[in-house]
């Protein structure tokens, strides 16, 4: 078994690696759609698709050696193919996929810190799941730092840590945490972030705001395109 030392080890190398084997099932499921549905045979035993670092796919079955190399993919996935809709089954492959790529890239980070792995995931997000590239909910070339309810630019508010976010701000994004806000102070009334508090970001200056101190509710947020802060408001209405 190769050691996880001689594996991509940092954040740029990782995702490489987890580009490059994406690039290789995305054509699997797209543009070599008919020769994959073809080699998932369910006369054969146990299959698993695989997506090689040199932008290649596999059907092949699963490796022998036990524990593997690698996470393996989904097994058996050609067993299920007859008894489905073919795009229920795509589906249901990317599915599995995705998950398979993730468990690839998150073993080969084992050894990066906190914030490596948080920027690798940030990565790896910009990407469309295979998932959406299959079911067509997102163009390939999409950049996915929306979220699918957001109808413009302005529906938006930049977070903490320069990403993209939905109106309903900190509260509601699951790749933020309580910790990594902890030292952000509302505009208003100088408190700190809570979890459970509904907080808002002005799109002119990208302070945040209790939603309470600023008399802005999750609802309200929902209906706004920019939001622009009481102080901000005021210099706008100077001569």
């Known amino acids: 078994m190769a050691s996880i030392s001689s594996s991509p080890r940092t954040v740029e190398e990782i995702f490489k690696d987890y580009n490059a084997r994406r690039s290789g099932l995305v054509r699997a499921l797209t543009y070599d759609v008919d020769e994959f549905y073809s080699q998932c045979d369910p006369e054969k035993e146990n299959l698993c698709l695989y997506g090689h670092p040199n932008e290649s796919w596999e059907v092949t079955l699963p490796a022998e050696e036990v524990p593997p190399e690698l996470p393996e993919p989904a097994l058996g996935i050609n067993f299920a193919r007859d008894g489905m809709h073919r795009k229920d089954w795509l589906s249901l492959v990317a599915v ?5 790529l993730l468990s690839v890239a998150f073993y080969f980070g084992a050894r990066l810190n906190r914030n490596e792995r948080k920027r690798l995931f940030s990565l790896i997000n910009d990407l469309p799941t295979l998932f959406e590239v299959v079911t067509g909910r997102k163009p390939v070339k999409d950049k996915p730092g929306m979220d699918s309810g957001s109808k413009s630019r302005n529906s938006t508010k930049r977070s903490i840590d320069g990403q993209v976010r939905n109106t ?11 910790d990594e806000h902890g030292e952000t102070l509302c505009g208003s009334c100088g408190g700190t972030y809570s979890a459970d508090e509904f907080w808002i970001g002005c799109d002119v200056c990208e302070r945040w705001y209790h939603g309470k101190c600023v008399k802005i509710t999750p609802a309200k947020a929902e209906m706004i395109k920019q939001y622009i802060c009481p102080s901000c408001s005021t210099k706008k209405r100077r001569p």
Do not use: F, G, I, T
């Not at 309903?168 to 309580?178: F, V």
């Open 96 to 100: 599995h996929s995705d998950c398979w």
């Open 168 to 178: 309903k701000l900190l509260d509601e994004s699951y790749a933020e945490d309580e």
